[in-house]
């Protein structure tokens, strides 16, 4: 990205989840001014978005990844949060933009995940999302091209092994994700991506005042399910 801390020369790390970092950081308005990367892990989009946002925050869970993160971009102007990003208190409608790559698995419930997020949208924000489905055999024919397609970047550019926590497999596959989505954010759209990987945008109405509550997790009688 122009302007961006992040060097996408050659020497740059690349895996999966850093590829998609500049589709999300896409996502980000150009008027944004403050940017929360929710999971934000080793910190590549983070600082990246420093590049385009004056105010951007990175909360990660993991206190170890987050001091890699700030080990590795001393000088990004990023405030780095240690906490966890569904009680971390955060005011609703603090953000122009909230982004999350390969953490929404992580969390227990993807329901209340999806809710909080965009309850930290303030109106006329963007709510944008890259993350794993789980694998079912009416998605074999994306898994197979998504297989073929990853094992060739990787042969090609090498694979950075990232130093945050693990969690597999996904729970919701595309299907189930796509109709929680549909419920909770009137208007987002859910569309598959090459490698493996989804990306859901969304942008909160700007007639939207409801922000002390906004979308609802499910009641505990129901199937919930929950990154990074």
């Not at 569904?86 to 953490?103: C, I, K, L, R, W």
């Amino acid at each position: 990205m122009g302007g961006g801390l992040v060097d996408r020369g050659t020497d740059r790390p690349w895996n999966v989840n850093i590829h998609y970092d500049a589709r999300l950081a896409a996502c980000v308005p150009a008027t944004a001014v403050a940017v929360l990367d929710a999971g934000c892990g080793d910190g590549f989009l983070a600082a990246e978005l420093a590049g385009r946002a004056p105010g951007v925050v990175g909360i990660d869970i993991d206190a170890p990844v987050l001091r890699r993160a700030k080990a590795r971009f001393p000088d990004a102007p990023v405030t780095w949060c240690h906490g966890d990003v569904m009680t971390y208190p955060f005011e609703p409608g603090s953000f122009d933009a909230v982004v999350s790559n390969a953490t929404l698995h992580h969390l227990p419930d993807v329901r209340a995940a999806l809710c909080r997020l965009s309850q930290l949208v303030r109106p006329g924000g963007t709510l944008a999302i890259v993350g794993f489905p789980r694998a079912e055999w009416r998605d074999l024919h994306w898994a197979a091209i998504g297989f073929v397609v990853r094992g060739t970047a990787i042969r090609l550019r090498g694979k950075w092994e990232h130093t945050a926590p693990q969690m597999w497999p996904p729970r919701d596959t595309f299907r189930e994700l796509r109709h929680t989505v549909r419920e909770l954010l009137p208007g987002a759209r859910v569309r598959h991506l090459l490698m493996g990987r989804y990306l859901l945008t969304w942008t909160r109405p700007a007639a939207d005042v409801g922000l002390s509550q906004g979308p609802k997790p499910a009641d505990p009688g129901s199937t919930v399910k929950r990154s990074r």
